[in-house]
């Protein structure tokens, strides 16, 4: 009985700390890189499309689809401008839902995902 008890705790706490939350696996699995960054200014420096461009196309892409221009620019993921409008100020997060503007093309569209990452 002993031994099971045992194994049960042991394979609790193994299982505790074995586990990530969705943001790690979020920020383990996408490149990126935060607004108003040395690594931010790099990026912009050698991306086809400026973060002016991208704001532009945000807006028209926004307008096309009858919907509110997305509000704020808190990060690049995998070479997209990433424009969402919510966040969570009291947890200091930011949803990665939104208008993805590809910096290298400039093609636009929306990605609903409920992730919130740090900012």
Known sequence: MKKII???IFSTIFTLFGCKSKEEKFL??????????KEFEDFEK????SIVEAWRIQKEYSKEKHQNPENW??????????FNSALTP???KAFVGGVWVDSKTGEARFKKIKDKIKI
Request: aromatic share 24%.
């Open 46 to 49: 050698k991306a086809n499309i």
């Open 90 to 92: 009291k947890e200091a």
């Open 73 to 82: 620019l808190f990060f690049i993921i995998n070479d997209y401008y990433v």
């Open 28 to 37: 383990q699995e996408n490149k990126i890189i935060y607004y108003d960054s």
């Open 6 to 8: 045992y194994m049960s």
